[in-house]
């Protein structure tokens, strides 16, 4: 698997987010309205990551600054026809070494109770449920998590 750092508004990208947002009208009746802006995903304060298997994308996620020590990742996803295979693992992983590079202390997230899959992967992975944050805090759908690096 190669993992590349790329730009949020790559045509590329915005084609997964397409899907990823298709994918949230199917589990929660309309796309996730919070607010995105494509600076957010570029260094010095975020990143965001493509992995490819065979020139094929297979994952994506990014981060970006949330304050001074954590960053929050966001649009992380498989596509369906390449799920199970750890890539959303590996990435997250490759997601987390970035953020210590860029000197965060801490990765936060938002998933929703509509996303079994994701809510057992950051679980796994050592990330721990905190209060709600961002757009959708009140939420009753709304999963926050946090994982200290």
Known sequence: ????????????????????????????????????????FAAPDGVFLLARVDGDIVACGGFRRHDDTACEAKRMFV???????????ALLGALEGAARVTGYRRVLL??????????????????ARVPGFGRYRDSPN????????
Do not use: F, W
Request: net charge negative.
């Open 110 to 127: 938002e998933t929703g109770v509509a996303q079994p899959e994701a809510i057992g992967l950051y679980e796994s992975a050592g990330y």
């Open 1 to 40: 698997m190669l993992i590349e750092a790329v730009g949020y508004a790559d045509p590329e990208v915005q084609a997964l987010v397409d899907r990823v947002q298709a994918e949230y009208i199917v589990r929660y009746g309309g796309p996730d309205r919070t607010p995105v802006d494509p600076a957010q």
């Open 79 to 89: 596509p369906p026809e390449h799920r199970g295979h750890g890539y959303a693992r």
């Open 142 to 149: 709304n999963r926050c998590y946090a994982k200290d690096l």
